[in-house]
């Protein structure tokens, strides 16, 4: 069940998936208000996630991964998602 939040939901469902050492998730959907996007009241985020979990994968990989973590919510919930996801270096 998603809690009212969803930047606390994305949160969650990231911080469980990739047990990241650094997560921050922003809505930014404020910055989209009367955006065609913005209508149908699903959010806009950005994400910039730093995992052990992504070593070794290409960007795209990452990219993937955190969209198949998240994706009743891009169905449903989010209308734009902004990544930033890396290794520790």
């Given at each position: 069940m998603?809690?009212?939040d969803?930047?606390?939901?994305?949160?969650?469902?990231?911080?469980?998936?990739?047990?990241?050492t650094?997560?921050?998730?922003?809505?930014?959907?404020?910055?989209?208000?009367?955006?065609?996007?913005?209508?149908d009241?699903?959010?806009h985020?950005?994400?910039?996630?730093?995992?052990?979990?992504f070593?070794?994968?290409?960007?795209?990989?990452?990219?993937?991964?955190?969209y198949?973590?998240?994706e009743?919510?891009?169905?449903n919930?989010?209308h734009?998602?902004s990544?930033?996801?890396?290794?520790?270096n």
């Amino acid at each position: 069940m998603m809690p009212p939040d969803r930047r606390e939901y994305i949160d969650q469902r990231l911080r469980a998936a990739f047990s990241p050492t650094s997560l921050r998730v922003i809505d930014e959907s404020h910055k989209h208000v009367g955006h065609a996007g913005a209508r149908d009241g699903r959010g806009h985020f950005a994400v910039e996630i730093v995992a052990e979990a992504f070593r070794g994968m290409t960007p795209l990989a990452r990219h993937r991964a955190i969209y198949a973590e998240l994706e009743w919510m891009m169905q449903n919930e989010i209308h734009a998602l902004s990544i930033k996801a890396d290794a520790p270096n």
